[in-house]
């Protein structure tokens, strides 16, 4: 039995607004869904809120806080307003965590051990404000791929060491396309335990075309998603299973409502 | 003052055939090359010795070994049967060692685990070959965005545990462009020391537009290579920096003579 499906609004991201994937998860059944910041502002937080709450869908997640590295003090200010802002809108709509995508290195820094320092510095400083919102931060180690450019956070035994020293209010966000590569996988998951604050699925394709917009559809590539669950579940997470699938050249080109049968039936056979 | 420099034939390798390489090198002072297998085959593994030996040239490294993996027993076989082939061109070219890239899944599997247990039975396999004819082994861990489909060794520490099970005659080789982005990465030089038979260098260009053939020239990227190599000099390594660009649409695509002289220039200043 799987868990129970949620939607990330990047999956239709090219197809429907805010509005038409909390009707469209209501018409299909799905029980979770996960916005993004760019469709969450253009449907208004009051109106999100009030369409998620009238269809009763889980929030599992606001996509996304984060990207704290910046070449001065003026940058790195306006990442941590911004932030916040984030955390206000992570708790208007009632979403169990803040994702947060951490940010690389500064335009023209070679200094990646700085840029993890000064994310962490980003998160310590906006933590105070994401418990007193009880919204719980969840650190998202992206691909090593996204090292330069996206997040300087690149496996999970690295995310769990930074919410090891920042205590409570934190946890991380798992996504198979960023860890399923890790020989140290099983281990960290079992160390993340109950700090596993949303579980992502997609898969990787081979070859894959496009660092950013090729994912794949769960089932499609070689991630082995049923050993993953089995891990997340087995390390006590109870959560839904979000899918969140950036794909230019095939998903975002089909009808949506094709696009969320997909899921619903890969998750039933292959998740 | 920078390592010596070794130039990859990979880095002109739509340019000049081994033979064009091996001059190309003496002509400019370079004083190490590692050749790949093709380009090998192409000029006849004897003449390139003779050619190698009479310009007085190191050999860093034969690329390449490994790809041990595959979908039935007949296919493993015939990669042992490769390798074998492998070893004997390496002693014969008096190369330093032969560079592992380990292998992907196999077509129709999604099992990562077992492919790793594919690749350490694999070189536990060819490794008294390598013994006896001393050559040593150097795994590559290559960037985890080639977990699936080349190399399912994907960080230095996992490297250094098999070589840990593995025994004598087997060391890794350092790649900046896989390993930059490592969070591990000082410790695990440290714990390499003298087993760290290459290192090679480019850079991670921003953005970064194909998987494989869009690496950068040292300096055009983000990696700290100063820092790398002293990491791998307090580790012990005194041997050449091996310069490998794969640049479908810009390194190659120039005249070989000013790639050679870009990259004598750029390991002066920013390596």
Redesign the interface.
């Known amino acids: 039995m799987s868990l129970p499906l949620s939607l990330n609004t990047a999956t239709v991201r090219a197809q429907w607004s805010l509005e038409q994937v909390i009707e469209g998860c209501a018409r299909h059944g799905i029980t979770g869904i996960s916005p993004w910041r760019d469709k969450l502002a253009e449907c208004g937080v009051r109106r999100a809120a009030e369409l998620i709450r009238k269809h009763g869908l889980a929030v599992t997640g606001l996509c996304r806080g984060g990207m704290f590295p910046a070449a001065d003090e003026a940058g790195r200010r306006a990442a941590l307003d911004d932030n916040r802002r984030a955390i206000d809108e992570a708790a208007e709509i009632g979403a169990q965590c803040l994702v947060l995508v951490v940010g690389g290195?500064p335009a023209g820094?070679?200094?990646?051990d700085g840029a993890?320092t000064q994310v962490e510095d980003g998160i310590s400083a906006m933590l105070p404000d994401a418990r007193a919102a009880r919204v719980p931060l969840a650190i998202e180690p992206l691909?090593?791929?996204y090292?330069?450019?996206r997040a300087?956070?690149?496996?999970l035994?690295?995310a769990l060491d930074l919410c090891d020293r920042l205590g409570e209010g934190i946890g991380v966000a798992v996504d198979a396309y960023h860890v399923?590569?890790?020989?140290d996988l099983a281990r960290q998951i079992a160390r993340a335990g109950r700090r596993i604050l949303a579980y992502h699925i997609c898969d990787?394709l081979?070859?894959?075309t496009d660092?950013l917009l090729d994912r794949g559809m769960m089932g499609d590539?070689?991630?082995?998603l049923p050993r993953l669950r089995a891990m997340v579940e087995r390390a006590g997470y109870k959560g839904h299973q979000e899918v969140e699938i950036f794909s230019a050249n095939n998903w975002w080109k089909r009808d949506a409502d094709e696009v969320v049968r997909t899921c619903i039936e890969r998750c039933r056979t292959v998740c």
Do not use: E, F, Y
């Not at 300087?152 to 496996?155: E, F, Q, S």
């Not at 399923?180 to 020989?183: G, H, I, L, N, S």
């Open positions: 290195i820094s070679k200094d990646i993890r691909h090593p791929m090292a330069a450019d300087c956070v690149n496996t035994g690295q399923w590569w890790d020989p990787w081979v070859p894959t660092l590539g070689v991630i082995d």
